[in-house]
């Protein structure tokens, strides 16, 4: 297994892809050291500010748990040999196992260790967050090789009171209003669920923060639902400054892309996301909210109700190596982050730049020709695209109809429409509704 | 022929089919003595009131009719043989005959001769309520064999002030407000129109009398239009209180559910039917309201336009022994029966049950695992289904949606909805609204 | 070529298709004396006003521009020979070129030439109405043959101060509100593209003018573009008084019917034209409005915003005839022409009949069979059609729904109920709501 990617990308996917390649290593959970390295890792990127929340606190429903930290954990068979080692891979251990040293007899074992039938050679990835337990991940296929009777089972971890850590980085723009970008952060060796998230959004970031903006930007890197809850009950009021956000997840792996809509469905979010899929000429799906999934589910949840959709490419649960060890550096791809990346800008570009318009020669329409805005000579069977957007822009800006319904209208792509718009206000035929 | 189901039903398909095979020899008409005895009968297994109402009272723009009895009928050739005769199907007369004792040219009889030239072997079903006159109804291979210049015609009925008899049995729930069960009981020896109806109507009123109920429910065993709508002309103030109804006709044969909607089209009845249906996992279609067919063209009007769809399996005019001697005890099945009544069931306590609730949790998911609602192991690729459940009472009872709502957005069925929904209030994270 | 149509067309068809060979030789443009000639031809079958508006009026962004004439143009070769000859076809000029005699290059020349590669045989049409140049068009099979180095050019036009004409004819009715028919009539010979919209509203104008109407109905035969600015902006108020219009456009050929929706999409005209073109019962179909295509583009501006559609079979830009000299006499037929006037009169019919009604019995059915209205005999599988047409209207004339929405939930046509709610009302079973 390399990190360098096959084929040459280009300069954004290639860091994307280095910055995964950075985290992969590390031993995330939900608390905990390899959480926090984490957050000052991208810290090194993008200046994000890192919260430390006490264990103990009480968000919601929900107390913030005990820190969980881990150095080493093995099963070693009679002969000595760590046959299942934390060393060659943290999924191995359970996440949030806690501690033990003892010597267990193979049923025993058995009964605390998670395999894959069908298969064999990957290792699962298992947490038990909230019920103190202990356990192993293993391939499947070392089942018959466990022949002793006893093992000598080590897990040298601490559940003790400390930290949940996340990182938060805000762009303000002209608005208030804001743009939410959360992705969890909480998985350990796991690349496309969720560093692909991470690495997309710092770069997202960077590219933001050197952009005119007219919404102001939040992005949040926080451990699934624990994170998501904390950041909502420390926040309840900032919340309500979100007009809209998105989930990343799975944004790495080379499938085709999975818009889920927000709980409300229909927001500008959900409208722009399809827009933007279906201009991109590439295969793709929209499904609708379930409360299922990642930390849009809490964003969604009856009191909040934020127009929050979710990013994939291959959906949770819908591709084989979804949570096991099969999701590391050669599942991920440069270009796929690169046009995640991409689909995003495109998004959020959308986001910032709609808004009415209103035609200042509503009665008929303007004489494009006399102002060279449309070719002079007559009678050809279809006008051209930048013409079309012209008229199309002046036929339904009569203030009730932003850019994008007017690209779902003319099914034409926003930003041509939006090119249009810009040159219409140039000539004094439209102004930007107030 | 034989009055015994093929195969082994249960006891309630069975005792369907019984009560239809009780019911069979009865000449039923809008009036008189059989659809009398009919709710007699009726009235042995659930106390439904017997309404007497008198010819020629007024009803809205119609007229209730003179009484039609019948003792015999039947045509003799010149050899005195009954070459068409009553006793051996009372479909032999066109229904409501004026009485005749004469002899007629062979011209004369084919003239008030119907017959099926396309089903050669089966008698059709006719009648003239409103206008008296005389005629018989034949298989259409007894023609060849009418060689006799002359026929002696014979129908023993009588039209004289009497009264139009319908039954109807009301069971009181902790709510006035009513869903109605209707069906007409007018047909003379036809099963799957409408004997079907009536049992499966008798069943579902024994089994809701014995169950708690929120609504109350309301039995209406009827002749066909002019029952309905001398039942409206009679309790218009009453009619008022129906929430929804539903007619009941040809459910006892083997065909797939036909749901006609209401004329209002959308309302929870209609939904609540596709839901059923549909969550049957069994071919059904669902067709929109058309003013041609049952009692629900009254209760449709638009003075009234309460919300009655009609069940049925196969749908009137669609199948061959549609009005016809073939749609006999043969024609009609037990497991037909059971099929129909679970059905009806299914649809009735889903509507009974139906409520909104108020999530008491709604800032973020409370956190289900703590209270033994949730597995505690994570990681894996999808929830189970009644946790699926929570997920989605929790997030969508803001109020807003009902459980049909959440089970239609959701696409589980509504008892695993309603409950995961009891659960929930169990666990004082949600309350039913006020 | 022969001005005969292949098959024997009824009258009107015939009428019609002898319009257009009538005025197929005028080289008619957006003003000038072939348009003027055109509109006194019209004249002398119905009585429209010629309206005459000068030179330099402004009318909204556009104004009006210096009329047009021409007497002659060519192309000699130094040989003489008019190897580009107007008198040969109109098209052969680029429309409202500036006049010019001299001698050019070849280089020059075709610079100034318009062939069209794909069919070589075909001469296009090309015009450059707002900016000053000159030009011809030609069969691109001349191009081999143009081997002279030099040509003579003659265009003997003149652009001069002047008036721009078009023809107007109003039909008063009982209401104020109107209808519109409006066709571009600036085309030089091209049948389909206009001439048959010419000829279609004409036909269509003298058979309203000798029919009731409720409403009144304005027919406008105006230049394209220009024409339609120059009305609205000369009659701004009056233009509100257009309940719904229509313009009239390639209704010759033997292609499908295609309508145009207006810019509001789901108005009566809407409606009404996919309800007629639905129940004729050859393929069709709607598209929705974009503001590329004939008049309705302004008529559709957003401060007026007209429920005005378009008709046509095939559409502008899509047969290859367009706007080359293919769109002649052989491609227009007669019985085209008399489908388009029999869908046009029946849209025109359907609108001016469209009425909602009240149900005066609307508690149950009324008893139809008393009143001769309903077979008295009963047990069929279904109704008749015109008896269902009588349940339907009864059901739903509830002040609510309109005769076109009752054709559309039945799918009956509107005749068809319109003929059935004139029956009901004269047995005082349905009035006309006020």
Known sequence: MSAQ???????????MYQLIADLYPLCRSITGNGLRETLRRIQ????IVIHEVPSGTQVFDWTVPNEWNIRDACVRNKSGHRIIDFQKSNLHVVN??????RNVSRKELLE?????????????????????????????????????????VLIDSSLRTGHLSYGEFYLRGDSEEEILISCHSCHPSLCNDNLSGISVAVSLAREIERSYRHYSYRFLFIPGTI?????????????????????LANVGDSGSFTYKKSRRGNTDIDRAADHVLKHSRKPYQTVPFSPYGYDERQFCSPAFNLAVGCLSR?????????????DNLEF?????????????????????????????????????????????????SSAQEREMAMLWVLNLSDGDHTLLDIAERSDLPFNVLHEAAQILVSHSLLKRKA
Request: hydrophobic content about 30%; some cysteine; charged content about 20%.
């Open 332 to 380: 991920v791809k440069p270009e796929a982050l690169t046009q995640s990346f991409a689909v995003c800008r495109s998004l959020l570009s959308l986001l910032d730049n709609n808004a009415a318009y209103v035609n200042l020669q509503p009665k008929c329409e303007p004489q494009l020709g006399k102002r060279g805005l449309y070719r002079t000579m007559g009678g050809y």
């Open 44 to 47: 090194q990127q993008i200046s």
């Open 5 to 15: 990617p096959v084929s040459t990308p280009d300069d954004v996917g290639f860091q």
């Open 314 to 326: 291959s959906q949770y649960g819908k591709f084989p190596e979804y949570h096991t060890s099969a």
């Open 227 to 247: 994170g998501s809850i904390t950041w909502l009950a420390r926040n309840e009021a900032a919340a309500r400054k979100i007009k809209w956000g998105i989930t």
């Open 96 to 101: 949030y196992s806690a501690p033990i040293h």
């Open 112 to 152: 605390h260790l998670y395999t894959l039938p069908d298969q064999p050679e990957w290792i699962p990835y298992r947490t038990s967050y909230y019920n103190e337990t202990w356990g192993f991940c293993a391939q499947h296929s070392i089942l018959g090789s466990l022949k002793d009777e006893e093992y000598e």
